[in-house]
C-alpha cells in the first residue's frame, strides 16, 4: 500500500481508522494475520505505541516549534480489534476523519497546547504608552496632588511642633570655664621619704608611686620643696636648683613626663626658707625674696611645672600685692598655671585680705579646723565663706600642710571627706586617704609620719603594724577610709552639680548639716552630716525636695546603695553622713 502524503500541520496526529467491514467480524483478521483471532499483530502494537507517545506529550504540554514539521506515520487500524482502536480523543483535542481512495480512512488528532495557551492568556504589563496614557488620566492627576498637599503639610506640622518645643523648653544654663583644679582633689607630697617610706625619697623613686596616684584620682600634686636651701640662709638658698639629695634637673624633668602621661599635673611648692625659722627670712631681705621668686616663677614655668604653692604668706610682710604679683606673672605664661597660698590663719577678715587682690588664687588656711565639731558650727563656717568670697571658686582643707587627723577626730574623718568632696577644690596631705596620724615624740615637734604602704615599708622599731592601717590593706577593704577616699574622688569628677553646681543650706537640727548641690537640669545631691554621737531624725525643712530620694552613699555599714528613703521618716546613726540623690523636675 503506498504511503500517505505527510501532513505539515504541527501537533496533528495521523491515526489509522478501520471501518466496519467484514474483517471486522468476528475472527476476521489482518493483512498480517498471524496471531489469535481479535488480537492486532506485532506490527500494529508498534507502530500504534509511538503515537500514544506523542499523544502524551501533547497533553502534558510539551510545546512543538512552528517552525517544525511533524512526519506522521500511517498505521493500520485494520489491523486492531475495533475496541481496542484509539477513537476517544484525549479533552481539548480536534479530531478529524478524512476519506480518501484508502481502504481504511485516517483520523486526524489535533493535540491542544496547554503552556502556548497559558502563555497567551498570562498578563504582560502595559506598554510604555498605556502607562502613560492611565498616568495621564485626571483620576490619578487629582491623587497626585493630594499626596503631595498632605506631604508638605505633615513636614509643615512637624517643624512647627519642633519650634515650639525649642522655645518652650527651658534654657540650659552656659556652662561656667572651669580649669584642671576645679575637677578634682590636690594631693600633698612635702616629704619625698616620709611618704615613699624607707630606701627611697628621691624624685626617681617617686615615678614609681604615680599609678598610685591615679587610683586616687586626683588631677594634681604639691610636691616639695625641693630647692637647694640652707637653714635661714637667704645666700646659700637658689630656688632654681634642685637638692642633690632628692635627686637633679634631669629626674625632675623625667617625672615631670611621667605625670603628664597620666594627666596628673605637678605642682611645685617655692616656700623659700622651709628649714628655717622664718619661711621668708628677715623683714628687711623681703625685696631681695621677692626678687629671687620672679626669677624662679619664670625659670620653672618654662620647665614645664603646671603651678606654684607658697606656705606663711601671713609671714610676708606686704603679702596681698606679691601674691597679686606673682599671680600675674603665672597667668601671664599660662591661663592654665595655678598658684596656691597657705597659711595658717583661721580669721576670715585676714584670708579675705589675701585673696582680695587676686584672681583665681587657690588658698589653704586653717579657717575650718576653728569649729567645736557640731553640725551647727560647721554650717555656719562653711555659710559663712561662701558667702563673704561671693562667686570666687574656693578650695577647701583644714590646714595649709598637716593631716586631718591633728585636726579632726578619728570618728568624724569620714564625715570630713565627705564634706571636702562635695565642696569646692578639696586640698588633702598624704595620708589623709587613710586616716594617718602624725609621729609626735615626747618633747619633740611634729614630725613627717612615714606612708605606711604595707607592714615592710615601716620602720621595724614601731612594733607590729595592724594591716588595716596600712594602704594595702585598706586596699583589699571596700568598707575601708581609703575605699571611700577613692569613691568619693572619682563621683566628683563625673558630677556637674558637685563639679560646679549651686549651694544651698537646709535648717536641721543642731548636730545635722545638711545641704544641696545643684546644676541646672542635672541630678540633685542632697549632702546630710550628723555630727552627733546619737541617731536622729533629719528633719529637713525644705519644700522643694521630693517625697523620695535614692541613697547613693553611706559613711556607716548597713545600707545598701540604690536604696529608695522617704525623706520624711529619714533617720541617720552617730556620726553618720548620707549621700542622697534625686532628679530635677521642671
Known amino acids: 500500500m503506498d504511503p500517505e502524503p505527510h501532513e505539515p500541520s504541527t501537533g496533528v496526529v495521523l491515526v489509522p481508522h478501520q471501518p466496519p467491514s467484514e474483517h471486522s467480524g468476528p475472527g476476521a483478521q489482518g493483512p498480517s494475520a498471524g496471531g489469535n483471532s481479535g488480537t492486532a499483530g506485532p506490527r500494529a502494537e508498534l507502530e500504534w505505541r509511538p503515537c500514544m507517545e506523542l499523544f502524551r506529550e501533547g497533553e502534558s504540554g510539551r510545546?512543538?516549534?512552528?517552525?517544525?514539521?511533524?512526519?506522521?506515520?500511517?498505521?493500520?487500524?485494520?489491523?486492531?480489534e475495533p475496541e481496542k482502536q484509539p477513537m476517544?480523543?484525549?479533552?481539548?483535542?480536534?479530531?478529524?476523519?478524512?476519506?480518501?481512495?484508502?481502504?481504511?480512512?485516517?483520523?486526524?488528532?489535533k493535540v491542544a497546547d496547554d503552556e502556548a495557551d497559558a502563555a497567551a492568556a498570562k498578563f504582560t504589563g502595559l506598554s510604555k504608552e498605556e502607562l502613560l496614557k492611565v498616568a495621564g488620566s485626571p483620576g490619578?492627576?487629582?491623587?497626585?496632588?493630594?499626596?503631595?498637599?498632605?506631604?508638605?503639610?505633615?513636614?509643615?506640622?512637624?517643624?512647627a511642633g519642633a519650634v515650639v518645643i525649642i522655645v518652650q523648653a527651658p534654657r540650659c544654663r552656659e556652662l561656667p570655664a572651669q580649669s584642671w583644679w576645679h575637677k578634682g582633689a590636690l594631693y600633698r607630697i612635702g616629704d619625698l621619704q616620709a611618704f615613699q617610706g624607707r630606701d627611697a625619697g628621691d624624685l626617681a623613686s617617686l615615678k614609681g608611686h604615680l599609678d598610685y596616684l591615679s587610683t586616687l584620682k586626683v588631677k594634681g600634686f604639691v610636691l616639695g620643696p625641693i630647692h637647694k636651701h640652707q637653714k635661714d640662709d637667704l645666700a646659700g638658698t637658689d630656688l632654681e636648683q634642685i637638692d642633690p639629695a632628692f635627686g637633679s634637673k634631669e629626674d625632675f624633668d623625667s617625672l615631670l613626663q611621667s605625670a603628664k602621661k597620666k594627666s596628673i599635673r605637678v605642682i611645685l611648692d617655692l616656700t623659700p626658707n622651709y628649714k628655717g625659722q622664718n619661711s621668708w627670712?628677715?623683714?628687711?631681705?623681703?625685696?631681695?625674696?621677692?626678687?629671687?621668686?620672679?626669677?624662679?616663677?619664670?625659670?620653672?614655668?618654662?620647665?614645664?611645672?603646671?603651678?606654684?604653692?607658697?606656705?606663711?604668706?601671713?609671714?610676708?610682710?606686704?603679702?596681698?600685692?606679691?601674691?597679686?604679683?606673682?599671680?600675674n606673672l603665672t597667668k601671664s605664661f599660662s591661663e592654665d598655671r595655678l598658684l596656691i597660698a597657705g597659711t595658717d590663719s583661721s580669721d576670715l577678715q585676714q584670708i579675705l585680705s589675701l585673696l582680695e587682690p587676686t584672681k583665681d588664687l587657690l588658698l589653704t588656711s586653717s579657717y575650718l579646723s576653728n569649729s567645736s565639731f557640731t553640725g551647727k558650727q560647721t554650717s555656719f563656717l562653711v555659710t559663712q565663706y561662701l558667702n563673704a568670697t561671693g562667686s570666687r571658686w574656693c578650695s577647701w582643707s583644714l590646714s595649709q600642710a598637716g593631716l586631718l587627723t591633728s585636726s579632726v577626730p578619728s570618728h568624724l574623718l569620714r564625715l570630713y571627706q565627705l564634706l571636702l568632696f562635695t565642696l569646692g577644690t578639696p586640698v588633702f596631705s598624704y595620708g589623709d586617704e587613710i586616716g594617718l596620724e602624725e609621729a609626735v615624740l615626747p618633747g619633740q615637734p611634729v614630725k613627717a609620719p612615714v606612708m605606711p604602704?604595707?607592714?615592710?615599708?615601716?620602720?621595724?622599731?614601731?612594733?607590729?603594724?595592724?594591716s588595716s592601717v596600712t594602704v594595702k590593706g585598706?586596699?583589699?577593704?571596700?568598707?575601708?577610709?581609703?575605699?571611700?577616699?577613692?569613691?568619693?574622688?572619682?563621683?566628683?569628677?563625673?558630677?556637674?552639680?558637685?563639679?560646679?553646681?549651686?549651694?544651698?543650706?537646709?535648717?536641721?537640727?543642731p548636730d545635722l548639716f545638711s545641704y544641696i548641690r545643684q546644676w541646672d537640669q542635672n541630678e540633685r545631691?542632697?549632702?546630710?552630716?550628723?555630727?552627733?554621737?546619737?541617731?536622729?531624725p533629719a528633719r529637713l525643712g525644705a519644700s522643694s525636695l521630693p517625697s523620695s530620694v535614692d541613697l547613693l552613699l553611706s559613711t556607716q555599714p548597713g545600707r545598701k546603695e540604690g536604696t529608695p528613703l522617704q525623706l520624711e521618716h529619714l533617720n541617720l546613726e552617730p556620726y553618720e553622713g548620707l549621700l542622697l540623690r534625686f532628679p530635677y523636675v521642671a
Open 140 to 159: 490619578w492627576v487629582r491623587t497626585r496632588w493630594a499626596l503631595l498637599l498632605l506631604f508638605w503639610l505633615g513636614w509643615l506640622g512637624m517643624l
Open 63 to 80: 510545546t512543538m516549534s512552528q517552525d517544525t514539521e511533524v512526519d506522521m506515520k500511517e498505521v493500520e487500524l485494520n489491523e486492531l
Open 453 to 466: 604602704w604595707d607592714e615592710s615599708s615601716l620602720p621595724s622599731t614601731l612594733g607590729p603594724v595592724n
Open 88 to 109: 476517544n480523543a484525549a479533552s481539548g483535542a480536534a479530531v478529524v476523519v478524512s476519506g480518501g481512495p484508502e481502504k481504511n480512512g485516517l483520523v486526524k488528532i
Open 281 to 327: 627670712f628677715d623683714s628687711t631681705q623681703v625685696d631681695t625674696v621677692a626678687a629671687k621668686m620672679k626669677e624662679a616663677l619664670s625659670f620653672w614655668l618654662q620647665a614645664g611645672v603646671d603651678g606654684f604653692q607658697v606656705r606663711d604668706v601671713g609671714d610676708l610682710p606686704g603679702a596681698s600685692s606679691f601674691l597679686a604679683e606673682w599671680q
Open 525 to 536: 545631691f542632697l549632702i546630710v552630716l550628723n555630727f552627733g554621737d546619737v541617731g536622729q
Open 474 to 509: 585598706q586596699s583589699g577593704d571596700p568598707g575601708s577610709l581609703l575605699s571611700l577616699f577613692r569613691w568619693l574622688s572619682d563621683l566628683r569628677g563625673k558630677e556637674r552639680s558637685l563639679l560646679h553646681g549651686d549651694f544651698h543650706a537646709l535648717s536641721s537640727g
